[in-house]
């Protein structure tokens, strides 16, 4: 009996300390995305994104901008890029949302002006949300980082 408890203990757990939807994850409470990108050669060619800001050679800053035109707010973000075997795996974390979306009642109003996305995927239960507007924001970020982060191949350069 006392080893079903303890197995049954494990897997809830677990599922509390680490949840996963697609690229997303929770890791110690915070939401992470990450994924595995094959050809690390012209990885100094992301430095010439504009939406990127390296302020190491490894780790940086996606500038505040808005990610899709389906969204009707601005995010930024941090991440983290990590080498190995001409492979790279981006880390993007402390993902942030911004909106000038003013909150009036009864006389008193508020300005929301930037929020975590923990506070809206994280459930209280600490899993991730799986609702239809955590899906789609999701899928939306999901898509805006796999291409933020892929190396684009240059074709012919100017001599601009």
């Keep these: 009996m006392k080893k079903y408890f303890l197995l049954i203990f494990f897997s809830f757990y677990s599922l509390l300390c680490f949840s996963q939807y697609k690229s997303f994850s929770i890791e110690s409470g915070l939401i992470f995305w990450k994924n595995i990108y094959e050809n690390s050669e012209d990885l100094n060619e992301l430095k010439t994104n504009p939406r990127i800001e390296f302020t190491s050679d490894s780790t940086g800053i996606i500038k505040k901008g808005n990610a899709n035109p389906k ?26 949302f911004y909106n000038t979306t003013q909150i009036s009642l009864y006389g008193v109003s508020t300005d929301i002006t930037d929020y975590g996305i923990e ?11 799986t609702r239809k507007n955590q899906v789609l924001t999701m899928d939306l970020l999901d898509a805006f980082f796999l291409d933020l982060f892929t190396i684009k191949t240059q074709g012919k350069k100017d001599d601009w």
Excluded: P
Aim: proline share 0%; no cysteine.
């Design 71 to 96: 969204f009707h707010q601005e995010s930024s973000a941090e991440f983290k890029i990590e080498v190995k075997d001409e492979r790279y795996r981006v880390s993007v974390f402390n993902i942030r």
């Design 119 to 129: 506070e809206f995927l994280i459930d209280k239960k600490g899993a991730i949300k």
